[in-house]
Nanobody
């Protein structure tokens, strides 16, 4: 059974930082591209970042470019999202997802999803 478990969310002030982790089990992690998505209250879930299976290729949404960084440790079966210079508009539930195909911004390309972790940025 595939499981993706996010952690590291919480409450932070504007300008602060958080690092989210997503630990995977039940799949050959090194063969999957990974993505982070988020859903703010009343809004649709949106793409944040993606990373290829090797970690050699990443993609970042314009809204977080220069502030968020994605990385992965295949030995630990974990993908990370480093979030700096956080803004109130970053408040959302953050989800990690795994894709057997290429790293992509399209949610439909991801086969497995975590339950999400809440990030709240206070002004």
């Amino acid at each position: 059974q595939v499981q993706l478990v996010e952690s590291g969310g919480g409450l932070v002030q504007t300008g602060g930082s958080l690092r989210l982790s997503c630990a995977a089990s039940g799949l050959t992690f090194s063969r999957y591209a990974m993505g982070w998505f988020r859903q703010a209250p009343g809004k649709e879930r949106e793409f944040v970042v993606s990373i290829s299976w090797s970690g050699g290729s990443t993609s970042v949404a314009d809204s977080v470019k220069g502030r968020f960084t994605v990385s992965r440790d295949n030995a630990k079966k974990t993908v990370y999202l480093q979030m700096n210079s956080l803004k109130p508009e970053d408040t959302a539930v953050y989800y990690c997802a795994a894709s057997a195909g290429a790293a992509t911004r399209w949610q439909s390309e991801y086969q497995y999803w975590g339950q999400g972790t809440q990030v709240t940025v206070s002004s």
